[in-house]
């Protein structure tokens, strides 16, 4: 069964302070990873995806294959990063193995 | 671009009658539209999987008589909760899968009261 665990359901960090949200994941196959972010009153939406390596909002993550984690960072955190993240995993894309699993969330807080 | 609207954004019905939820992408055809339940202060609940023109796959442990999934169209699907209990209370979330890339743009969200 597929599973994604986000260990840490707050995170409260200082502006300008590294960030870290961590995410492990068990699947059985060669999984999509993804983190979505839900601001304030919004809706969900995506902010990366592995297989992209894109750099969004200054949010990295990397897929450790070892490890099943795909932690998400940032050196210096914002005010405007304060929201709910959720962890997601899907089969390989495309057809039905799209569907997508989620962790629990971790809302992280960014005082001033 | 990407945009899925549903509609309405919150409601309330009594205990025994049915409600009906429209997920539209606006923009977009959507290969496959999802039907997620979200309690509050927990993470997203998969309920169903729809592809326009072929009954829905729900989860394991949805019912689906009760959770009627309908979509008609690459940009509407609609989910009605059929003899709504309160226990039905919660926040269903739609989301619509691009057929470019698969990725998938998510509704706000309806929250459904049952009183």
């Known amino acids: 069964a597929q599973r994604v665990t986000q260990p840490e359901k707050l995170l409260s960090v200082f502006k300008g302070a590294p960030v870290e949200l961590k995410c492990n994941y068990s699947?059985?196959?060669?999984?999509?990873l993804f983190w979505y972010v839900q601001y304030s009153r919004q809706r969900l939406q995506l902010l990366l995806r592995h297989i992209s390596r894109e750099s969004i909002k200054g949010f990295t993550a990397d897929l450790n294959k070892g490890e099943t984690s795909f932690h998400l960072k940032k050196p210096f955190a914002q005010e405007e990063d304060s929201a709910m993240y959720y962890c997601?995993?899907?089969?390989?894309?495309?057809?039905?193995?799209?569907?997508?699993?989620f962790g629990k969330g971790t809302l992280l807080t960014v005082n001033p | 671009g990407a945009v899925v609207s549903q509609h309405p954004s919150w409601v309330i019905c009594k205990s025994g009658t049915s409600v009906k939820i429209e997920c539209r992408s606006l923009?977009?055809?959507?290969?496959?539209m999802f039907w997620y339940r979200q309690f509050p202060k927990q993470s997203l609940m998969l309920m169903a999987t729809?592809?326009?023109?072929?009954?829905?796959?729900?989860e394991q442990g949805v019912e689906k008589d009760k959770f009627l999934i309908n979509h008609a169209s690459l940009t509407l699907s609609t989910l009605t909760v059929t003899s709504a209990h309160p226990e039905d209370s919660s926040f269903y979330i739609c989301?619509?899968?691009?057929?470019?890339?698969?990725?998938?743009?998510f509704g706000p969200g309806t929250r459904l009261t049952v009183t």
């Open positions: 729809s592809n326009e023109g072929s009954k829905a796959t729900y």
């Open positions: 989301s619509a899968s691009s057929r470019v890339n698969y990725e998938q743009y």
């Open positions: 923009d977009f055809q959507a290969t496959t």
């Open positions: 699947y059985s196959g060669s999984p999509e």
């Open positions: 997601a995993l899907s089969g390989p894309s495309g057809g039905s193995n799209y569907k997508l699993t």
